[in-house]
């Protein structure tokens, strides 16, 4: 069974910044977009950054200049580069990918267990 799993997440003050990781393992054949989401409590899940199977990232105007996401297919490793760290930022990062297995033809997606990130003096 394929999984997900983040970690890099922790505590950094205003103005600081943190690196986050998420690699795949598993029966993999493929991994096509990879993505990074974010909850804060009380909020709805949000897209922060995706990249595509070659390379082609996407970020939204929320985070935009301040995140920036980056792959390695050769670890099947996706990362979430965040500088300029404000409290708002707090939340739960979860990354997700559209990976398809070596005994399917199907793409499932396929998510973490989140890492905490907390922005805070």
């Known amino acids: 069974q394929v999984q997900l799993v983040e970690s890099g997440g922790g505590r950094v003050q205003p103005g600081g910044s943190l690196r986050l990781s998420c690699a795949a393992s598993?029966?993999?054949?493929?991994?096509?977009?990879m993505n990074w989401y974010r909850q804060a409590p009380g909020r709805q899940r949000e897209l922060v950054a995706s990249?595509?199977?070659?390379?082609?990232?996407s970020i939204p105007e929320s985070v935009k200049g301040r995140f920036t996401i980056s792959r390695d297919n050769t670890k099947n490793a996706v990362y979430l580069q965040m500088y300029y760290l404000r409290p708002e930022d707090t939340a739960v990062y979860y990354c997700?990918?559209?990976?398809?297995?070596?005994?399917?033809?199907?793409?499932?997606?396929?998510w973490g267990q989140g890492t905490k990130v907390t922005v805070s003096s």
């Open positions: 997700s990918a559209n990976i398809q297995e070596t005994d399917s033809p199907s793409i499932t997606e396929v």
């Open positions: 598993g029966s993999i054949l493929r991994i096509y977009d």
């Open positions: 990249i595509g199977m070659l390379g082609s990232p």
